[in-house]
C-alpha cells in the first residue's frame, strides 16, 4: 500500500478541504476528500478498485464529548446501508460503480458527531479481499492542521506543500532523501592534477565511511563535509606515500575501514579526518564536529590537529549567545569551521583553547599530544621522502545539490566548561552543572490518552476481520464458539493439507439448567451442566486417533485419568495413555449441525467430546495429546510438542483470586500473609491462577529441554494470542504484566538459560526478533497500563540482530591473532560455548576479559567485573559449555586484542543488551526525529561527564522527541529504555552530592517519569506545579518560609504520585512475582523482594532520591517538624502495622494498640481498642476521622518522616508510650506492659474495655490522662427514638428538637443572626421516621421481613459482644471469634434467620441493598415537590430526573447501615438501630472554594483562635476524606482576624465537582450527641453524581495572588467567629465561597 499524492489544503471562511490519494495494493486508487466546516466534516471516498460489493470497515477516535477512546457514530451518521459489525466496526457498502469504474461513499460526521481520527480499511465482500495498510489501520485525522492518511503512525505522509519536512535516512541510495548521501550529487569530479583518483574510489570511500558510522541519518551539510573529509585523507595518504589499489581494496570492503584507521590511517595522518562515533552513532572523539565546510578542504597546508568535541561545543555555545540565544540554531557546523579557519591561519590549538577559557580533558590532553607526536614524525619521514605535502591533488568542488532541504532541528547549545576543571574524566565526583535552558514545555501536553475501554487499545485492528472470513471449513464453528458464553478456551492448530483442528473448552456457569442450552456447539448426550467439556473437532479428511492422557496440577507427567472421563471406544496403551478414535460430527446424536458446506459442499466433520466430572476439576490441571491417523501412518503435534488443553479454574479458584486482588479478576489465589510455599504445591497455586500462568508454569517446570530460544518463542506466542483476543475478558495488562514477570526472572538469572539443549547464535537472535517484534506489536496495539508493561517487557531481552556474527567473529579474531583452538584454554572454552550456547552472560564476560587486557593480564580485574555483574566461578562452570580455565594473556597482541574485542562487545551487545545506549542508537538512528538528533548526540557524547542536569536534561528531551514517534516501534522502543537508563543513572550519581541542590534535578526527574508510565496524568500536574515553583526553589538556593511552604505542599503532592505508580506495580506483579518465583523455585528472598526491586530499578525511584534530598530541607525551611499532631493525646500501647485503616475497621483489639496504617483516607472508623493512629499519609485536621479521633481521645498523627516511623516499626509487638508536646512534636519510647491489662497479643477480637483495670495503674505526669481503653467515653450514652411527626417534609420554620437534627435546628436558628454578606442556602427537611414509615407500606412487606430479620442478628451480636466484654471485666477468660469476627455460638443459643452465618459487612450491605430497593410513597414525592416549590428549591424537571433525587434520598436513608457507623455506636454502647434519619435537601450552592471551620483550634484547644481548611470544589474532598492530600490550612486570632497565617497550602491532586442540581443531607438522631461526634458516620448524596476532576492549585489565585488570598481567608475567618458569637458555643461550620466572592453557610453543629 502506498501513498502517492497527498495534501492539498484551502481555506474559504473557516472552511477547509484537503484530498488525499492511496495507491493500493493492485494499483487501483483511493481518493479522500475530508471537508471541514466548523463542527461538521464531510469524507468523500472514491475508489477505481474492481470489487464485487465494497465495503468501508470504519469507526473514529475521539469528538466533543469523547475523551479520546475508540466509538462508533450513531445512527445518523451511518450512511444507508450501513450494518454495525460485532461491537468493534461498521460496514458500509459503497455506491455501485459509474460509467467510469468509480465507486464512492459519503460520510458524515456532523455536530457531537465531529470526531478526531477516521480509522478504516476497505474489503470485498464478494471475494472476500482486504485492503488495509501493511496489516495495520488507515488513519485519517480530521482535526486540526495534519491532514492526509496515515497508518497509525508507521507511515510518514509528507504534505505536498511543505518544504521543510525532516529529513530521512541518509542512505547512499536513497534518491528521495532530504539528506545527501555519500554517492548523491555531492560527489567531486576528476581533477587534471589528480587523474589517478577516480569518482568512483571518492563515492565508495564514503560509503565505507558512512557504513562505519552506523549508516547514521544526516543532514545534507553534515554528508557533504563528511565526503569531504573521506576525500582529504585519500589525499593525505596519498601523499605519505599509500597505494592507490590499498585504498581501492578499502573502498570495495575487501579491508576493513576499522582496520585500516587502526593500522594505516592513525599512524599516518592521526584522527582529524575521521569519521565521528565509529561503528556507532555519536559525537566520537573529534571528527564530524571538526569537519570543514563543503568546499574548503584546500585551504590548509597540512593534516588537521585533533580538535576535541568540547571544544567546538564550547565555540558553538559563544556563537549561540552573541546570536542572541535563537531557540534552535544550530552553530555547531559554523563552530567547527571557525576553529579550522583559525588553524589554517596558523593559530595553535592550545591558544584557541585558552582565549575560550576551555580546559580539555585528561583523554583529549592524551590525544592531542599524540597527535602532535604522530604529525611531527609524518613531517620528517615525508622530508626524508622528499615529499612536499602542499602538491597532493585536491579534491574537485562539490557541484550544488539540485533541491537541498534544510538540516534537522540542531542540538541544544552545550554548556561552557569552566576552566576550574569541570571538564573532568568521569572519576571525579558528580556536580549538578550547567542547564541546557532546553526548550518550555507545557507539562500537560505529555499527559497520554488512556484507551477507552481499560486494557484495550484506542482503535481496534479493523482489518483483523480478515481472519473473520468464512472461507474454512472450521471457520463456521470458530465464529460460533468466539461468542459463545460457555466457551472458556478455544484454539485452533493447523494440520496437514490444510485441514485444522478446532479445540473447545465449555463450562456453563451454575445457574445455567444445561451445558447445552446456551452452547454453539452440538451438544453431546448427557451433558451436565456441573461438567467441563473439552471438544475436539477437525475437518481431516482420514480418520484420526486421539493418543491422549491428562497432567495432574503441579505435575507435567503424563498420567492416565479415572475411566470415568474415557469417551466410549476409549483404548488403553501403555501404562499412562489412552486412544479415542474421532467419530462422524453427528454419528451419536443426529445433529445435522455438524455437516457444514462451504461454496455448496458438505463437509463432513470428525469429533470427540471428553466430559471432566466435578470430582476430578481440582485435581487435573490439562489434557495432553498427540493425534495420528487411524492406519498409524501420520503423527500430529503442536510445532514438536504435544497439544495441551487447559481446564478452566474452579469457582472456588476464581472467587478467591478475584477477592486477593483489587485490580483483577484474573489476580493471585491467596494472600500475601500466607506462609511460603514451594515444590507441587507452589506449582499447582501458580498453576491455577489463570491460563497464561498455566502455561509459563508448565513450560518452564516440565520441560525437560529449555533454553533461552524456547522461552522466548513461547512468550512471542503468548504475546501473539493477547493480540487475537484469547484470554478476553482478562485485561491486556494482566496478562502482559505476567509475561513481564516470568521474563524479568529470566532476566535476572534466576530461570534456566540452558537445560538439555544447545542453541546456535542465530537461532537464539532470530527467538530474541520474534519475541521483541511481537512485544512491539502490543506496545502499538494498545494504551495506558499495557503498553507501559510491553516496553518493560522489552526491557528483560535483548533486541536481537545478526547472531551469526557472534559465531563467526569469534573465530576471526582467534585466527587474525593466531590464537590456537586449543582444548583446555581459556578462549577455546568460551569459544565453543559463543558456539553452542551464546547467552547474556557473554556480555560481562567480554568486559571482563578487556578489563583483563587493559590492566595486563591482571586476573583480579577479571573476576572483579564478573562478580559486578553477578557472575561467579561457580556460574562459569555451569555452563553445558563450561568455561573452568583463567584468561591467558599476550602481551604482544594486547592492544589489537583490545581493538577487536572491543568491536566484538558491540556485536555482543546489539544482540543481548537491547537497552545499552550505543547499541541501541545505532540500531534506531535511521528513525530518530529530527528534533532529538541534537539532545542524543549530546548524551551519547558525555556519557559519563561528571555533571548529572545538562545529561539528565538532554536525555529527557530526547524521549520527549522520541515519544512522539515510538509507538510501536522496536528500535525507538529500545533507544527510549537506554535513555531511561541514563536518566536514572545520573541521578543516582548525582543526587547524593547534590544534597538540597538536587532540587534543579527535579523537573527533568519528574518529565522523564511522566513519559515512562502509562497513566501519567498526575505525574504531568506535579512537573506542571514544580515548575510554578519559584526559582528560588528550582535551583536549590536560599528559599523563604512562605516558599517552602508552597515546596512542601507539592513535594507533598509529587509524593503521592510517586505513591501511587508504586503501589499499581505492586498490586500488579507483587503477588504474581510470589507465586511465580515459589512455582519456579527461586531464592525466597528474591520473589519476596521481586516488586520492590521493579520499583527501584524504575524511573519513579530516581525521583524519590530528589524528593528525600530535598524535602528536609524545605521542611526546615517553611518551620515544620516531622509530626503533624491532629488529635493530641498522651497513649501507651502494643505497637501493631497495618497496610490500612480500612482493612482493619472491623476488628476489636483486646490490648491498647498503637497502628501504624501506611495509608489513611479519613473515611474510615478507628477500631476498638485503637488508642493511636499513626500515618505517614495526611489526612485533612477537619476530616470526620480526624473529628471522631478527637472526640474519642484518640491520639491521631501524621510522620513526614519516614525514619522516626521506621524506628515504631521496628518496636512492632512491642509496648511504647507516646507524648504529644504543645509545639506539636512527638516524644516516645519502650515501656514495660501495664500489669491488669489481658494479654493475648493485639491480633485478639475481644473488646478493649478488658484493659479498663489497667487504666488506673497508668499513672502519669502529663496534664493529659493516658488512654487505654480504645477511646470508649466513660460516660452513658443513649440514643432517644422519635416518633414520625405525621409530615413527610417541613420547612424551617418547622424544625423542632424530635422532628430535625442539628444540621437543620442550627440552619434555622442562623437565620436573621448573620451578616447580610452571609448567605444561608434554602432548606427543606424529610423528618426522623419517614423511612420506617415508608416501609410500612405493602409493597414493602417483603424488604421490611427481611430487613427486620437482619437487624435482629446484629442487635443479637452486639448483645453477644458486650456480654463478652463484661465477662472480660470480670474474669481473666477470653471469647474467640472466628474470621467473619461473629462470635462462636453458646450452647443454647440459636437464630432464626439464614442471616446468622452471614458477616457483619455482607449483613450491613444487604442492608443498604434492601433500602434501595423499597418503593416510595406517593404522598412524600407530591409532599417534597411542594415543599421544594415553597421554599424556592428547583424541582427535577423529568421523570428521570425524578428518579435520581429518589434515589439519593433513599442513598441517605441507607447510610443508616454503614460500616462504619456501625462500629462506632458499638463502641460507645450506642444501638444503631435506634438511628432514625432525617435528610436535609438543599440546592447546590455554585462554588469556587469550600471550607470547614472550627471555631477552637483542635490542635491546640485554644479557645482564642479560628482553625480553617479550604478546598477547591465541593466540600466533601475535605471532610469525606475520599481525596487524599492536605487542604489549604490557615488560622487567626479571634482578635486578629484580618491577619490569618497559612499553615500549609493544599497538596490534593483532585477536586469534587457537580452540575447545577440538589443535594440531600443526612440529619440523624445519633451525631451530635453529648460527649460524642458522629460526623461522617452517615452520608450526604448529592443527586447528580459528583466527578473527580485534577485541580492545579498553583495556577489558583488562592496561591498566586497574596491579596486575594489574604482577603478569603480573613473573610472565612470572620463567619466562623460571628457564627460561634451568634450560637454561644464553638461550633464546626462548612461553607463555600462562590466564583463572585460570596459566602454561603450550608451546615453548622456544635464543635466537640
Known sequence: MRLRTVVSATSVVGDVTSETELTLRNGSKLKVTLHVSNDDQVIKLSTNLPAGRLLLHWGVEGGRNYKGGWRLPGPASRPEGTQQYKDRALQSPFQKPTAEGLSSLVLELRGDEASDVLNFVLKDEATNTWYDNHGTNFKLPLRGSGSGVNGGGDLNVKSSSSSSSSSSSSSPSSSSSSSTSPTSSTSPTSSPSAPSVSKDLYDGYAWVRWCYQGRPNRSEAAA??????????????????????????????????????????????????????????????????????????????????YIPDDLVAVQAYVLWERAGKPHGADFGHQASRQIIDQIQSGANLEVIMRELNYTPKEVDRQKIKKDEMTRAAAAVAAAKRGVVESTAPPPPPHPQSPSPSPPPPPPPPPAVKPSSGNASPPSQPAAIGKSLDTPHRNPLDLVKQQPKSEGHSTAPLLSAGKSDALVKPLDYLVHRVAVDPTTKWRRVYPLAGKAELLVVVRQSSPSSSSSSSSSSLPASTHESSSSIYMDLITDNASPLVLHWGVNKIGSGEWVRPEDAIWPSGTDVVGQASLETKFRKCGEEDKDETCDLEVGGAKVPLQRITIAVPPKDHDQISCLTFVLRSDDGTMWYKDANNNFKIP?????????????????????????????????TEAVREASALDDISRQIVDVEVNSSQWTLMHRYNRAADLLSEILNGYYEPMPSEDAISRIFVWLRYSATRHLTWQRNYNTQPRILSAAQDRLTNTAARVHGRYGGEAQEWARALLSTVGRGGDGQRIRDDILHIMHRNKIPEKKGTWMEQWHQKLHNNTTPDDVPICEAYLSFLEANGDRQRYWRVLADNGISRERLEGYDRSITEEPEFWPEKKDALISEFRQYLGVLKAVHSGADLQAAAAAASARVPAAARGFLGYVLGHMGDSQTLPMMEAAVEARTEIGKAMVGDRELLYLDLALEGQVRQAAERGVAAAGFGAAAFMKPLLQNLALSVGKNEEICYCLKAWEGLPMAVRAGGHVSKEDALLAVAVVNRIRRALSEVSDTTVSRIGKIGLLYGQAFGVPHWASQLFAEEVVRGSAAFAVSLAVSAVEPVLRNAAALGAWQVISPVAVTGIVDVVSGLDVVQEKVYEQPTVLISEHVTGEEEVPEGVVAVLTPDAPDVLSHLSVRARNMKVFFATCHDLDPLNAIKAVKGRWARFTPSASGAVSWKEVEEPRGVVGGGSNGNSSSSATATATAALATSSSSAVV??????????????????????????EYRDGIVGAKSKNLARLRGQLPKWVGLPSSITLPFGCCEEALKMAENQKIRDELSELVKTLVARNEQHYNNTHNRNHTTTTTTTNNNNQPQQQQGQSTSSASSSMSVSKILARCRELIMEMAIPSDLRHSLEAGMKLAGIPVPETEDRWLAAVKALKGVWASKYNDRAYYSLRKVGLNFDDVRMAVLVQRIVKAQYAFVIHTKNPSTNDDGEVFCELVKGLGESLVSGMVPGSAVAFRARKNKLAAPEVLCYASKSDGMFVRDTLIFRSDSNGEDLDGYAGAGLYDSITMDPSELRKVDYMEDPIVRDAGFRQQILSRVCQVGYDIEKSLGVAQD????????????????????
Open 1268 to 1293: 487505654l481503653n480504645g477511646g470508649r467515653p466513660p460516660m452513658d450514652l443513649k440514643i432517644t427514638i422519635p416518633p414520625w411527626s405525621g409530615k413527610w417534609v417541613v420547612n424551617m420554620t
Open 1629 to 1648: 461550620i462548612e461553607g463555600v465561597v462562590g466564583p463572585d466572592g460570596s459566602i454561603t453557610v450550608v451546615q453548622t453543629r456544635p464543635q466537640v
Open 224 to 305: 557533504a563535509a563528511d565526503y569531504d573529509l573521506g576525500a582529504l585523507e585519500i589525499r593525505e595518504l596519498i601523499a605519505r606515500g599509500r597505494k592507490l589499489d590499498e585504498l581501492r581494496h578499502v573502498a570495495e570492503g575487501k579491508v576493513k575501514y576499522g582496520d585500516f584507521i587502526r593500522d594505516v590511517v592513525r599512524p599516518l595522518i592521526g584522527d582529524g579526518t575521521l569519521p565521528h562515533g565509529g561503528g556507532g552513532v555519536g559525537t566520537g572523539t573529534g571528527g564530524s564536529l571538526a569537519a570543514p565546510a563543503a568546499g574548503e578542504i584546500g585551504r590548509h597546508d597540512g593534516p588537521l590537529p
Open 647 to 679: 481446564l478452566p479454574l474452579s469457582s472456588d479458584d476464581a472467587s478467591s483470586a478475584s477477592s486477593s486482588s483489587p485490580s483483577s479478576s484474573h489476580a493471585v489465589k491467596g494472600s500475601s500473609s500466607k506462609k511460603p510455599v514451594n515444590g
